[in-house]
């Protein structure tokens, strides 16, 4: 298992363009943002995270857009599938490395620039957790659109699992709303931890079992 | 006993024969019934009293939205039958709803955008229900754009049913969430709730207008699946024979 | 070692093959003939456990996922974005002197560093091969593994199967070229 995971990272850092060309298209939104407001423009809170986390939706969406394609396409997956492990090992040692290669450095990114826009008092860390946790679930569930419309690009699996994750989106939004009222917060980060503890080990095996699908 | 005749009706071959019977008879008494409920509703019952005539809309819009949902559900209800007991016959009726699902929600939406322009004087709301509503319509069109982009119909088959049953789950998830989300940040100035006690002679024609509907929208379900049947079966002997 | 039972198959309603049986025992080789979308491939993922079966059924002496069985098919599985030492450690074969013999034979040790995707197209099949050849396998499945070949490697990965058959493990390949071994035919044609 974690000799797979090694492989699997192993391949995608000597692939740059799969998660350096996403970070950068990242970064070039973060500094298209502000151009388009007045310099001395104070961002509103509300508005600041609502972009962040569509960005990070959007480019996590950009960024998996071809995880499987690529395995299937040469023949490694039939590999897999046929060896002693199990299959959905193998879909969560992808899913881990492209969390650890995109999903903390977005996180990261999504952060820092929250403390260049916005006056931060007590939300320091739970806006980390927060993105942390929001793009866990956001690539687990991008995941699941590539593997169902593996094949036909990746259009086609987004549109029908995007609407899975607008409840993710408006927990995230309540639990904003209640921190800046001075509210207590902390259910909706545990709906979240729920959320991400559920679709963490159940998304690999309802991916693998799509991927057998297609390998027949 | 119960299982032979389950057996003999769900093969596509009686279902087709039967479904041929019925269909022209079927279509028109609902059609009939449709026409007579509106006409009830928009000719024969009382002006409302804050409304005025825009009302009568309901008598079209409420039986799309019901509608539009309760085909999801059957389609669900399909997919499962499909999925555990591979029973062709129910992927092809699932398959078949799909468009027709999609073409009633988007009916749902677009009477319903009209009825909001006299009412709430705007024709689009983020409110809970139009919003789920959409969210539907999106679901409908992906599996309409995911069954037609495989090559193999049997995996076709089964990721749509999959993608179905996710969708299933997903319905009341969303539902609850975004009531959830708009009860908390919306104003109460404008709610999508029906008119708050409902006269019973606007009552009367509403549940017949849906319930003709529902038969309609179903006779309609009978006449494509029967398509879909000849289309899928098309190298088996039966069909060729017709 | 494999038996395959009243085996059939048919996509969108059309057969590829019917009622098929046959028996693989040590120390054969089984070559799988038919033309173009009869089903060659088919059969072999069918023997894998890949594509389920629409009747019939196949006993097997052990069971897939072991380390008992080697696959290689018409997709090598390399990733051209990594040099040929990479892809040898995705593969988990380790850089010993008995490896590195066949490798040698193969006359990949001095392309080592090379990148995939610049390699030939009868190199890479011959990188896909030495997973195959290295492996201690005792049944090996190979589709189409003489296309694209040159006569050396198809030499070489002749007496390699003759070897591999002669202490009494089997194989399975599909193959439109003739070979210069015994083995005996399933012809998917009708």
Same mark, same amino acid.
């Given at each position: 298992?974690?000799?797979?995971?090694?492989?699997?990272?192993?391949?995608?850092?000597?692939?740059?363009?799969?998660?350096?060309?996403?970070?950068?298209?990242?970064?070039?939104?973060?500094?298209?943002?502000?151009?388009?407001?007045?310099?001395?423009?104070?961002?509103?809170?509300?508005?600041?995270?609502?972009?962040?986390?569509?960005?990070?939706?959007?480019?996590?969406?950009?960024?998996?857009?071809?995880?499987?394609?690529?395995?299937?396409?040469?023949?490694?997956?039939?590999?897999?599938?046929?060896?002693?492990?199990?299959?959905?090992?193998?879909?969560?040692?992808?899913?881990?490395?492209?969390?650890?290669?995109?999903?903390?450095?977005?996180?990261?990114?999504?952060?820092?620039?929250?403390?260049?826009?916005?006056?931060?008092?007590?939300?320091?860390?739970?806006?980390?957790?927060?993105?942390?946790?929001?793009?866990?679930?956001?690539?687990?569930?991008?995941?699941?659109?590539?593997?169902?419309?593996?094949?036909?690009?990746?259009?086609?699996?987004?549109?029908?699992?995007?609407?899975?994750?607008?409840?993710?989106?408006?927990?995230?939004?309540?639990?904003?709303?209640?921190?800046?009222?001075?509210?207590?917060?902390?259910?909706?980060?545990?709906?979240?931890?729920?959320?991400?503890?559920?679709?963490?080990?159940?998304?690999?095996?309802?991916?693998?079992?799509?991927?057998?699908?297609?390998?027949? | 006993?119960?299982?032979?005749?389950?057996?003999?009706?769900?093969?596509?071959?009686?279902?087709?024969?039967?479904?041929?019977?019925?269909?022209?008879?079927?279509?028109?008494?609902?059609?009939?019934?449709?026409?007579?409920?509106?006409?009830?509703?928009?000719?024969?019952?009382?002006?409302?009293?804050?409304?005025? *005539?825009?009302?009568?809309?309901?008598?079209?819009?409420?039986?799309?939205?019901?509608?539009?949902?309760?085909?999801?559900?059957?389609?669900?209800?399909?997919?499962?039958?499909?999925?555990?007991?591979?029973?062709?016959?129910?992927?092809?009726?699932?398959?078949?709803?799909?468009?027709?699902?999609?073409?009633?929600?988007?009916?749902?939406?677009?009477?319903?955008?009209?009825?909001?322009?006299?009412?709430?004087?705007?024709?689009?709301?983020?409110?809970?229900?139009?919003?789920?509503?959409?969210?539907?319509?999106?679901?409908?069109?992906?599996?309409?754009?995911?069954?037609?982009?495989? *090559? *193999?119909?049997?995996?076709?088959?089964?990721?749509?049913?999959?993608?179905?049953?996710?969708?299933?789950? *997903?319905?009341?998830?969303?539902?609850?969430?975004?009531?959830?989300?708009?009860?908390?940040?919306?104003?109460?100035?404008?709610?999508?709730?029906?008119?708050?006690?409902?006269?019973?002679?606007?009552?009367?024609?509403?549940?017949?207008?849906?319930?003709?509907?529902?038969?309609?929208?179903?006779?309609?379900?009978?006449?494509?699946?029967?398509?879909?049947?000849?289309?899928?079966?098309?190298?088996?002997?039966?069909?060729?024979?017709? | 070692?494999?038996?395959?039972?009243?085996?059939?198959?048919?996509?969108?309603?059309?057969?590829?093959?019917?009622?098929?049986?046959?028996?693989?025992?040590?120390?054969?080789?089984?070559?799988?003939?038919?033309?173009?979308?009869?089903?060659?491939?088919?059969?072999?993922?069918?023997?894998?456990?890949?594509?389920?079966?629409?009747?019939?059924?196949?006993?097997?002496?052990?069971?897939?996922?072991?380390?008992?069985?080697?696959?290689?098919?018409?997709?090598?599985?390399?990733?051209?974005?990594?040099?040929?030492?990479?892809?040898?450690?995705?593969?988990?074969?380790?850089?010993?002197?008995?490896?590195?013999?066949?490798?040698?034979?193969?006359?990949?040790?001095?392309?080592?560093?090379?990148?995939?995707?610049?390699?030939?197209?009868?190199?890479?099949?011959?990188?896909?091969?030495?997973?195959?050849?290295?492996?201690?396998?005792?049944?090996?499945?190979?589709?189409?593994?003489?296309?694209?070949?040159?006569?050396?490697?198809?030499?070489?990965?002749?007496?390699?199967?003759?070897?591999?058959?002669?202490?009494?493990?089997?194989?399975?390949?599909?193959?439109?070229?003739?070979?210069?071994?015994?083995?005996?035919?399933?012809?998917?044609?009708?």
């Amino acid at each position: 298992m974690i000799r797979l995971f090694f492989k699997e990272l192993f391949k995608m850092v000597r692939q740059l363009r799969s998660w350096l060309g996403p970070l950068s298209v990242f970064v070039l939104i973060l500094v298209a943002f502000p151009l388009t407001q007045d310099i001395d423009t104070k961002f509103s809170h509300q508005t600041t995270f609502s972009f962040l986390w569509i960005i990070s939706l959007l480019v996590i969406m950009l960024s998996t857009e071809k995880v499987f394609l690529e395995d299937f396409d040469d023949g490694s997956m039939e590999q897999h599938l046929l060896k002693s492990y199990n299959f959905s090992d193998y879909v969560s040692a992808k899913v881990t490395s492209s969390f650890l290669l995109i999903g903390i450095p977005l996180s990261c990114m999504s952060w820092l620039f929250l403390q260049s826009a916005v006056a931060m008092t007590n939300l320091n860390l739970v806006s980390l957790l927060s993105f942390l946790l929001s793009n866990f679930i956001f690539i687990n569930f991008c995941f699941f659109g590539n593997a169902v419309s593996l094949k036909r690009g990746s259009l086609l699996g987004l549109l029908i699992i995007t609407p899975l994750l607008f409840p993710v989106l408006i927990i995230l939004g309540k639990m904003l709303s209640a921190a800046l009222l001075g509210l207590d917060y902390s259910n909706f980060l545990l709906l979240l931890l729920g959320c991400s503890l559920i679709s963490g080990p159940l998304m690999p095996f309802v991916i693998s079992y799509i991927l057998k699908i297609h390998l027949e | 006993m119960l299982k032979k005749f389950f057996h003999q009706f769900a093969s596509p071959k009686s279902y087709f024969r039967i479904a041929t019977k019925i269909q022209n008879p079927f279509l028109l008494i609902f059609v009939l019934l449709y026409v007579f409920a509106l006409a009830w509703g928009l000719l024969f019952t009382p002006e409302d009293y804050i409304q005025g *005539n825009s009302y009568r809309i309901i008598f079209m819009h409420v039986p799309a939205s019901f509608v539009s949902q309760i085909l999801f559900l059957i389609m669900a209800f399909c997919s499962v039958i499909f999925l555990v007991w591979r029973l062709k016959l129910s992927i092809y009726v699932a398959k078949s709803i799909a468009p027709i699902g999609a073409a009633v929600t988007f009916f749902a939406l677009f009477s319903g955008s009209i009825w909001g322009i006299p009412t709430w004087g705007t024709w689009w709301q983020w409110d809970a229900r139009i919003t789920s509503t959409l969210i539907l319509l999106i679901m409908y069109l992906g599996l309409i754009s995911l069954h037609s982009s495989f *090559n *193999n119909y049997e995996k076709a088959d089964r990721f749509f049913a999959i993608i179905v049953l996710a969708g299933v789950i *997903n319905i009341p998830i969303i539902k609850k969430s975004v009531d959830w989300w708009s009860t908390l940040h919306q104003s109460a100035s404008i709610t999508l709730t029906d008119a708050p006690s409902i006269d019973p002679l606007m009552l009367a024609p509403l549940f017949l207008s849906i319930f003709s509907f529902f038969g309609l929208i179903m006779g309609i379900v009978i006449l494509s699946s029967r398509y879909e049947i000849l289309l899928r079966e098309q190298s088996k002997s039966w069909v060729k024979s017709l | 070692m494999i038996k395959v039972n009243n085996l059939s198959f048919s996509v969108n309603n059309k057969k590829l093959f019917h009622n098929l049986s046959f028996a693989i025992s040590e120390g054969e080789l089984i070559r799988i003939s038919g033309s173009n979308g009869s089903g060659k491939t088919t059969l072999l993922k069918i023997m894998l456990g890949i594509t389920p079966p629409k009747k019939g059924f196949i006993e097997k002496e052990f069971s897939f996922g072991e380390k008992e069985f080697e696959f290689l098919g018409h997709k090598n599985g390399l990733k051209t974005y990594l040099s040929v030492k990479d892809n040898l450690y995705l593969m988990d074969l380790k850089l010993n002197d008995k490896n590195l013999k066949v490798l040698n034979d193969l006359s990949l040790l001095d392309l080592m560093s090379e990148t995939v995707g610049n390699l030939s197209y009868g190199q890479q099949k011959k990188l896909a091969l030495a997973r195959v050849i290295l492996s201690k396998a005792r049944l090996i499945l190979l589709d189409e593994p003489f296309v694209g070949l040159d006569d050396d490697s198809k030499k070489l990965l002749e007496k390699f199967l003759f070897n591999h058959i002669k202490t009494g493990k089997s194989a399975v390949i599909t193959s439109h070229i003739d070979i210069d071994l015994p083995y005996s035919e399933i012809c998917l044609d009708d």
